[in-house]
């Protein structure tokens, strides 16, 4: 229409078609799994394409990252994100007819891996030597692979990959002689990431020990002794290694190990020590015994603190029992008087027996010194009688005795002292009690 005159125009048709656009099917979120936790990883987007056209024709899809970068198409199966943990691209579908297009958006999400910690070697007891031990104690397996870790699955799988009884039996068997490596999975079933660790199981003997000799030591003290335990190690479990020996009392109580070389007893006469030898990786794999202490008693023979000789004698005979094996009379300066059972004794002086006995292996010695006593024969210095006011008689004698006394003869006395005497004519006398001689 002219704008001057309104009468001049022109009338001409045109159409306008609404045309249909791409159809955008929905994509879910897109999950991986990242192996070293740092929030990317590697996605599969290689079938993207299929699902974001569906059953679409004379369409083509643009994809462009995070940065609207345009990414090659098909996409690859290994695409790594480019934000950290959650990240995600954009498809464009495009109508190659109208060149209509929609977008797409298409999250990719990083899941942390959960962690299988490493677990220590399981160790079973093989009783009978086969390789094969139905005491793998397992109870702990899971609560140390996970380390308080919640929410996750275990499984477990053998070398071949074959899914095995999870939980795994406590006690479990191996199946394989010697042991065998078991594979742990774990993992996050919102997320399906896993880790994997691998528990190795190996079997362990029981420690062949042997049952020690008993140990015998002379007597120091009512029924306590010091002995000689060096060999007790050597002789319970010979060169093997990698054991741990636990010794006790019979209250229960633990004794140092290794056993002291020097070790007393502390009950009198005769003690038994218990053995426990485990092996150091597997306490449930041990062998126990016993060994015991025994005191030798000391020999023993009558003799006293002292003897006395007379001095006119010549020598003291004396004896003791003929059982032992060893006898050895000793004067004070060191000279041998004799080495049997009995000895004369002149010297006045101290002396020393030292007898010993062989019993149980080992040779158990004692001592008995003693005193040897030349005593004087007594000797009368003086008699008090005259006194005018007094009927008594005082007999004043010397010597090294026990002496007695008389005024007849005839009748003794301990006391030198004789009271209520009648006047007369006396004799007085002094012997020894011992018989060393009178006067």
Do not use: H
Request: hydrophobic share 35%; net charge negative.
């Amino acid at each position: 229409q002219n704008k001057e005159n309104s009468n001049c125009y022109v009338i001409k048709k045109f159409e306008i078609n609404v045309l249909d656009s791409p159809v955008a099917n929905p994509i879910n979120d897109i999950y991986a799994c990242s192996s070293k936790n740092e929030g990317f990883s590697s996605f599969d987007l290689s079938n993207i394409n299929t699902t974001v056209i569906g059953n679409q024709i004379n369409v083509k899809v643009d994809y462009y990252d995070s940065s609207n970068n345009q990414l090659t198409a098909p996409l690859s199966n290994n695409y790594t994100n480019i934000t950290k943990d959650k990240d995600f691209i954009i498809a464009k579908i495009t109508n190659k007819d109208t060149n209509c297009f929609v977008e797409n958006k298409i999250n990719l999400i990083v899941n942390p891996l959960p962690i299988a910690n490493n677990l220590d070697v399981l160790y079973g007891c093989d009783e009978n030597n086969d390789g094969i031990s139905e005491y793998f104690d397992t109870s702990l397996v899971e609560r140390n692979v996970l380390a308080g870790q919640k929410d996750l699955e275990i499984s477990f799988y053998d070398e071949l990959g074959n899914i095995l009884i999870s939980p795994l039996p406590n006690p479990f068997t191996n199946t394989i002689v010697g042991g065998q490596n078991i594979v742990i999975r774990v993992t996050n079933p919102r997320t399906n990431c896993y880790s994997e660790t691998i528990l190795v199981i190996k079997t362990s003997t029981n420690p062949i020990i042997k049952k020690p000799d008993t140990i015998f030591a002379c007597e120091e003290e009512k029924g306590f002794a010091t002995f000689n335990t060096e060999k007790i190690e050597s002789q319970l479990i010979g060169n093997q290694t990698g054991l741990k020996i636990i010794y006790k009392d019979k209250n229960g109580v633990t004794l140092p190990s290794p056993f002291p070389e020097y070790f007393k007893n502390t009950i009198a006469n005769q003690q038994t020590i218990y053995v426990k030898v485990e092996n150091s990786k597997n306490s449930l794999c041990f062998s126990e015994t016993s060994f015991d202490l025994k005191v030798n008693n000391l020999p023993i023979v009558n003799m006293q603190k002292q003897y006395a000789i007379c001095d006119l004698d010549t020598n003291l005979f004396i004896s003791v029992d003929t059982i032992f094996d060893f006898y050895e009379w000793k004067f004070e300066d060191g000279k041998i008087i004799s080495n049997s059972n009995e000895a004369n004794l002149i010297k006045e002086g101290n002396y020393n027996l030292r007898i010993s006995k062989s019993e149980n292996g080992i040779i158990c010695e004692n001592n008995f010194p003693f005193i040897l006593t030349r005593l004087k024969s007594p000797t009368i210095d003086n008699v008090i009688y005259e006194n005018f006011d007094s009927n008594r008689i005082e007999i004043i004698a010397s010597g090294d005795g026990v002496f007695e006394y008389s005024i007849d003869g005839i009748n003794f006395q301990d006391s030198n002292i004789f009271n209520n005497v009648s006047g007369g004519n006396y004799f007085v006398y002094v012997k020894d009690k011992g018989g060393c001689g009178d006067d």
